[in-house]
């Protein structure tokens, strides 16, 4: 769950010839970014509840299996954890299998959220001995804050000042012993003092497509909808890599199967005419992701562009560009990224059938 993380983006653009949002269609950060409330509760009742449930990141899941096992021997809490890799992916499934496995209890927040001292405080002296606690958005938390909770990973203390000037004194203050897992998308804005902290760091990949269809058919069973193998593979390569897209479309399908199909079982077809509704292209491309790569394409000749200009443009946040939609568009090589700014590469291109311009040419779309 990316708590803190709920924010409603209108991106309406007026500006002649930026390609429209379509009103109709959900658009990407809705599809991506914004969590409903169906999809609180869905997410918690789909939930994988212990790492045999847990689909793929196998190296991450191998190695925390042995460093619970290690742990749970000496009967020691789970040395720090640090999970890094875009929304969606499971860091927040994961630590609450962590905690399972560990036997503990898990205290969830995000960076933002702690927005005192005095707040990480009231967390951390509640915890007992080995629970868990999460910090979702990890690198969103402030400096002062962070600065309490390096005391509190090393050696369990937190260091209270009472008092200003020549009568400030330091009260050392100990807690029970416990693991921090911090979560980011963004593990390139962690500080390196509280980077170095950590004991042990996970990155989070997207999916394979394989790996999203047993996810999309446990959920299936879970919600009690029939699905055909091949509409499940159809779903989870619409699905950008991510489970926490391919539970949400599976929903959307089961809905239109069930409203304009008047069927209990998703099939192939079914499944592609619901996505197709959705605007969800085979290659999992929304109206989002097609209005950034065409503005790109319209107005910068394909790029480069800078993140703020770009940004300016589509009349978005930069961080919801960065966070949820370039690293998928990255990852499928539709876009590339260097250091004079994003540039659309030649496999979007072919995707779109426009015939990229030439210097001095108009661009032709077909
Ligand atoms: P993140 O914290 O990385 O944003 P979440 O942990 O909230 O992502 O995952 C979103 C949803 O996707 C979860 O509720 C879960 O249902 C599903 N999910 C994520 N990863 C997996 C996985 N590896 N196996 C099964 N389901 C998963």
Known sequence: MDIGRKKILTGTNTRPGIPP??????????????????????????????????????????????????????????????????????????SHIIAHQMNSKITATSGPAIERAGDLIGIL???????????????????????????????????????????????????????????????????????????MFYHFDFYAPQELARIIKRSASLLGVGLEDDAAIEIADRSRGTPRIANRLLRRVRDYAQVKEKSKTITKDIADKALSALRIDKSGLDDYDRRVLKTIIEFYDGGPVGIESLAATLNDEQDTIIDTIEPYLLKIGFLKRTARGRSVADAAYKHFGITKKKAGQKQLFD
């Open 21 to 94: 949002k379509n009103k109709n269609t959900p658009s990407s950060p809705e599809l991506l970014q914004q969590e409903t409330e169906e999809d609180i509760v869905l997410n918690l009742s789909l939930r994988p509840k212990d790492l045999s449930e847990f689909v793929g990141q196998v190296e991450t899941v191998d190695s925390l299996k042995i460093a619970i096992s290690a742990a749970k021997e000496r009967k020691e809490p789970l040395e720090h954890v640090f999970l890094s890799g875009p929304p969606g992916l499971g860091k927040t499934a994961l």
């Open 125 to 199: 002296t509640n915890l007992e001995e080995g629970d868990v606690l999460f910090i979702d958005e990890i690198h969103r938390m402030s400096k002062v804050v962070e600065e309490f909770l390096y005391p509190a990973m090393e050696n369990s203390q937190i260091d209270f000042i009472i008092d200003k000037g020549p009568y400030a004194r330091t009260i050392k203050f100990n807690l029970k012993r416990f693991t921090l897992i911090g979560a980011t998308t963004r593990s390139g804005l962690l500080s390196s003092a509280l980077r170095s902290r950590f004991g």
